[in-house]
């Protein structure tokens, strides 16, 4: 009998859920993680630990997972295809399973050009819809991607990414629906911060009923900055921030942009909360963990189920 994670649970029971976001160290130092951990405990149904995110070299995933979980949250590893091969990821999927993680995060990466090594060899073996069917195979048929079979299987719920803002558009849901085919149990978007065409999206979703065959989380994450808003606008590609934003931010002074972003991330929050077939939210205050609590009391999150 499959081991059901805290998330799988709380989705299935159609609680509206949340999941957090935590940045590991440049370090070894696992205090770091400690810290962060403890503010997101009782606020969050699980937390994602990013994977060499932007192709820089940090603690691994699964490491801080388990420091994460030592402090009594549940860990959702994310792992990418960029530095493995399909020998290497499959046998971090038989590890994170045997150490008690249950969800997990399958993604292509980001290209190493972009981190602190650049010259880097990039594998990219398989890509992300082949590695979570290469998952879900080890998970319900109990064989490898060779064909050979296993006798314990890694019980995990799966999950994958999407981006309902990048181009070409049209082929946004497309995509999706070949990572649900492939043995999605859940998505975790992009960060919305343009809601009516985040809400386009999941009409294309719902219209080809996918909403019904895999559970969709809402990325969302508070503004510290005006300047942080331009940058994701103008340098981060496949972010979608409309002038709406900005001008929201401007709105206010220097030292009240904080509280605008915090409240801004709830106004989404509320917002995406009322469309179609969205059953959760992914909070990402990467490095901003102490906004989490409050944004979770303000949209009315607490306590968690």
Known sequence: MKTKSNLERVLESKNFAVTGELGPPQSADPEVIRRKARILKDHVDAF???????????????????????QGLEPIVQM??????????????????????NNILCLTGDHQKFGNHPTAKGVYDIDSIQFVKMVKDMRDEKKFQCGEEMPVEPRLFIGAAANPFADPFEFRVIRLAKKVAAGADFIQTQIVYNVDKFAEWMKMVCDKGLHEKVKILAGVAPIKSVGAARYMKTKVPGMDVPDSVIERLRGVTKEQVPKEGI????DIINQVRQIEG?????????????AVP????AAGLLPRP
């Not at 409240?263 to 709830?266: P, T």
């Open 48 to 70: 994602n630990v990013t994977d060499g995110q932007t192709a820089v070299v940090r603690m691994s995933s699964w490491a801080a997972c388990l420091i994460g979980k030592e």
């Open 80 to 101: 990418t295809c960029r530095d493995r091969n399909r020998i290497a990821l499959q046998m971090d999927v038989l590890g994170v399973a045997a150490l008690g993680i």
């Open 263 to 266: 409240k801004l991330c709830v």
């Open 278 to 290: 969205v059953a959760g939210i992914h909070l990402m205050a990467i490095e901003w963990e102490e």
């Open 294 to 297: 409050e944004i979770m009391e």
